[in-house]
């Protein structure tokens, strides 16, 4: 992970910690730190119902990852073999508000596609 990378995340630490985002800046540190992809392509995916799993018995799943998917009602982290939390999708959309605008301080230039995918993820799930 760059240091632009690090530097950007770790700004928001701290309120995800203190807001059940725990698992999610884990989750979300651990693919930029093991280089998986980039953020944006990372919320890209999440704006699509996609959820990531950086590693093994590390992840996270949303609608589409889910058998039946009109039955999702709940963002699941897993870490091990054990699901670790569990958050609504309307809080995950904005915790993942809290993160881009992190993102987008620290990378002005990739505004627009941030906002774009933030929009889709919102109405998605908000």
Known sequence: MSNTSAG???EVKDYLYQNDGRD???IVHQVLSLDKM?????LKMASEGYGCSPSEGCGYALDQN???PEEFD???FMFGDYESSTIS???F???MQVISDGYINANPKDKASIEHYMGKLRERYS
């Open 8 to 10: 950007w995340l770790s």
């Open 24 to 26: 999610l800046y884990d």
């Open 38 to 42: 980039s953020y944006t392509s990372f």
């Open 66 to 68: 889910w058998d039946d």
């Open 74 to 76: 709940e963002v699941s």
């Open 89 to 91: 999708p309307q809080h």
């Open 93 to 95: 959309a904005e915790l």
